[in-house]
């Protein structure tokens, strides 16, 4: 089997809940979306999507995911696209870095691979760790506290029970937030405090000692891991690392120093599914607690975070993301899968069980052949 054609294709994904804000400022209101479809010679097509958190969050953007497929694309032609090792170590050698733009193009692959050996992408990756769906979190976009406990009980009652707040404020106001949402959840419910980096460490610790009584995690608080590993020695809040986790290098000197109890996957992050399942591998290993998500999504990236998230171990589960439920159209229509009691299952069906929504994504923006 061989690729014979990339078709990229473009897509603006609006929010259902207004802009997207978190630490410093930042804000996004409409999501761009890059769709890319793996033809092969035998006719099987597979899908892979890319969705950057606007292009000040990482050192990711959604046109550079265009122009690296540009670059990437003519180099896998005639490539087979079941051979993922294969793959990857050629596009690592083709393209230094930018991970994030070769992440559509192993998605697409997974899901040839599995339309060839007619079993779900899931089954591939290892299997379903747990029939009955992972949890999923909703991220409360950054607002006044009132706000943001308003957002939270809407979510509560459409069945979400762990929820991501976004802070990385000013340090007396993001207390208020952490307080006030905590006030209107229930004692099963899951709150986390992610900064997304926006707050330097003497912040931190301010926010960390004055919510030491209150049940919450402690998400990326600090830019550089140094900052970070400062706040975790010293609260005894539960912790979690994201921006700094973005390969399994990074996951191994979290675990040296004991850094976090719980680490976030981001697909693209690491490249794709073949790298974060290699990540999700080592954490299994290690006992290391996982959300399996990606940096935004549709409905294509959705599919393939819970393909993903099902093959971590039950207990190392902590949460995964439905970001198709955030956007006001789709990118594609998963099949046998809704979110019901804050859980999603495996998208049913071969491959990662979505068909691209064609009315959205409309012609091309470019072919290589």
Known sequence: MKIVKISVYQANLPLVDGDYCWADGKSVSVYDSTVIAVFTDSGV??????????????PSYAAGVRAGIRELGPKLIGMDPTMLKLLNFKMDYELKGHPYVKSGLDMACWDILGKVTSLPVNTLLGGNMNPTGVIMYRAISQGTPESMANLVLKYKNEGYTRFQLKLGGEPSEDIDRIRTCRNVMESKD??????????????????????????????????????????RRKTNLPFVLDESIDDIHTILN??????????????????????????IDLCSELGLAMTVEDTWGG???????????????????????????????????????????????????????????????????????
């Open 299 to 369: 409905d294509i990236t959705t599919a393939a975070i819970l393909h993903l998230a099902h093959c971590v171990p039950k207990k190392l589960q902590f949460t995964a993301t439905d970001f198709n439920s955030y956007n006001k159209v789709c990118t594609g229509h998963m099949t046998g899968v809704e979110m019901k009691n804050g859980r999603m299952g495996v998208p049913q069906g071969v491959g990662l069980g979505v068909i691209p929504n064609w009315e959205v994504l409309g012609e091309p923006v470019f072919l290589i052949e």
């Open 254 to 279: 979290q675990l040296n120093d004991c850094c976090a109890d719980v680490v976030n996957i981001k697909i693209s992050k690491f490249g794709g599914l073949t790298k974060a399942k290699q990540a």
């Open 190 to 231: 899951v709150l986390v405090g992610d900064a997304n980096t926006g707050w330097t460490a003497h912040e931190a610790l301010r926010v960390v000692a004055a919510v030491k009584d209150v049940d919450v995690y402690i998400e990326q608080p600090c830019k550089t891991y140094q900052e970070c590993l400062t706040v």
């Open 45 to 58: 097509v597979g899908f892979g999507e890319v969705v950057p958190l606007g292009p000040n969050y990482l």
